[in-house]
């Protein structure tokens, strides 16, 4: 089981390391610059701190692979997810996707594709989409379920 440990430091200490790693005279200012700008992401400076203990964050997918994503999480806006549900497109919630690009340094990581019923006049033609999506929202497709959907 993979548990988290909560560090606390202070903004000025994060600051004082960079500054130390910076060969300038303006090191100073570049540090504020940084750690304020980090600041006000949801990420930023937890990634600063990772970096100066060696941490690199890594994704469990890869791109190219198939993941199922929560709908919520995708522009459902547009699903005719009645349609979708008895197509067996839409199952617990979730629909297939495929990974398109990974960047760790954003919040929604993983930029995916995937394909959805849009009803048009009575009739529903298949549409595809892409949007970027949290990793929490991304589940494996499990190879012991895998066969009991149907998509």
């Given at each position: 089981m993979?548990?988290?440990?909560?560090?606390?430091?202070?903004?000025?200490?994060?600051k004082?390391?960079?500054?130390k790693?910076i060969?300038?005279?303006?090191?100073?200012?570049?540090?504020?610059?940084i750690?304020?700008?980090?600041?006000?992401?949801?990420?930023?400076?937890?990634?600063?701190?990772?970096?100066?203990?060696?941490?690199?964050?890594?994704?469990?997918?890869?791109?190219?692979?198939?993941?199922?994503?929560?709908?919520?999480?995708?522009?459902?806006?547009?699903?005719?997810?009645?349609?979708?549900?008895?197509?067996?497109?839409?199952?617990?919630?979730?629909?297939?996707?495929?990974?398109?690009?990974?960047?760790?340094?954003?919040?929604?990581?993983?930029?995916?594709?995937y394909?959805?019923?849009?009803?048009?006049?009575?009739?529903?033609?298949?549409?595809?989409?892409?949007?970027?999506?949290?990793?929490?929202?991304?589940?494996?497709?499990?190879?012991?379920?895998?066969?009991?959907?149907?998509?």
């Amino acid at each position: 089981m993979s548990k988290d440990v909560t560090i606390t430091v202070s903004m000025e200490q994060i600051k004082r390391a960079l500054q130390k790693l910076i060969k300038s005279e303006h090191s100073k200012l570049i540090a504020n610059v940084i750690v304020d700008n980090l600041s006000i992401t949801d990420r930023g400076l937890s990634q600063l701190y990772n970096a100066f203990t060696g941490i690199e964050e890594t994704c469990p997918y890869k791109i190219g692979q198939e993941i199922l994503a929560d709908v919520h999480a995708l522009s459902s806006w547009r699903f005719d997810k009645p349609a979708m549900i008895e197509a067996g497109i839409i199952v617990n919630n979730k629909m297939k996707c495929g990974i398109m690009e990974i960047d760790m340094l954003k919040n929604s990581c993983l930029h995916v594709k995937y394909k959805y019923l849009r009803s048009d006049e009575g009739e529903n033609h298949e549409q595809e989409d892409d949007t970027w999506i949290r990793l929490d929202y991304a589940h494996p497709i499990d190879e012991l379920i895998i066969d009991e959907l149907p998509f």
